[in-house]
């Protein structure tokens, strides 16, 4: 594909398992600091998809055009440091370590090893650590350690991890499993108020949530998109309706 506006461009991506096509030929566009949501039942793609975008898994065939540079092929650090930034299912913070720390370890910086025994906290980290925890509703809970923090401000300080890197395209996998009511309502507003500047795909499963947070909604069924457009699209598509309501 030639030059484009969009920031993630994916054409006919393919992945198949032992002859299993998990996904198959998808292709997805999206622009500059869109909000998109992939929806679809479970075994639908929907991780394989963030998998191949940041490089865990390596397509079959087709294309991930980042900011028009091919991503098939670059390692996951690679990815990473092209400016996508990835969250999986199961908080993966320090324990024992503060909310500061956990953030302050996310800060990059210079890859050698020297380059991370030299680090110091300067006040461009300490700036960025105040702005972050502001971001994700954490800047009363900075000096307390993570073993301490609900599952959802755990939840909270991964999305805050990522965003230390300042990403330019963030991909949240279902967010919002095992909260409560009042964190998920907490988690659509984090959502949004983050997605101001950078794009932000989204997989998740509760509907309410959905339509709280969504541009945009891509619906995935077996690995391939069955509709795409507003959730009030979305939700009178009759071939969605047939998914959902099982038919
Ligand atoms: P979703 O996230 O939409 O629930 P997944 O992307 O996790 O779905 O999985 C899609 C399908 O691909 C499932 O049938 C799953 O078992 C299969 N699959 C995913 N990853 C692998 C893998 N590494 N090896 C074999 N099969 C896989
Ligand atoms: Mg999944």
């Known amino acids: ?6 920031l993630l461009a994916i054409e006919d991506l393919t992945v198949s398992f032992d002859g299993f096509k998990a996904v198959e030929g998808l292709n997805l566009y999206l622009e500059q600091g869109e909000l998109r949501v992939i929806i679809g039942p479970n075994g639908a793609g929907k991780t394989t998809v963030l998998d191949m975008i940041c490089g865990k898994t390596r397509p ?7 900011r028009n540079r091919e991503l098939v092929g670059l390692r996951e650090h690679e990815i990473v440091r092209a400016g996508i930034g990835r969250k999986f299912q199961t908080p993966s913070i320090y324990e024992n370590l503060t909310v500061r720390e956990n953030l302050e ?4 910086r210079g890859r050698t090893v020297l380059g991370s025994l030299a680090f110091r906290v300067t006040a461009e980290v300490n700036e960025r650590v105040g702005k972050v925890a502001s ?3 954490l800047s009363e809970q900075l000096e307390i350690e993570g073993a301490f923090l609900s599952h959802g401000q ?8 990522l965003l ?3 990403p330019d395209l963030l991909m949240l996998d279902e967010p919002v499993a095992g909260m409560s009511p009042p964190e998920r309502e907490k988690t659509a507003a984090l959502i949004r108020r983050i997605s ?3 794009a932000i795909i989204v997989i998740e499963h509760d509907m309410e949530f959905v339509s709280r947070i969504a541009d945009k909604v891509t619906v995935l069924h077996l690995g391939k998109i069955l509709a795409e457009g507003s959730m009030a699209e979305i939700q009178r598509h009759p071939k969605v309706i047939d998914v959902y309501l099982g038919h």
């Open 154 to 161: 755990k939840q909270w300080l991964e999305i805050g991890m």
């Open 60 to 66: 079959t065939a087709g294309s991930i055009m980042f």
């Open 1 to 6: 594909m030639s030059n484009t506006s969009f």
């Open 164 to 166: 230390m890197q300042e």
């Open 105 to 108: 370890l996310s800060y990059p």
């Open 135 to 137: 971001e994700i509703g």
């Open 196 to 198: 101001a500047g950078r």
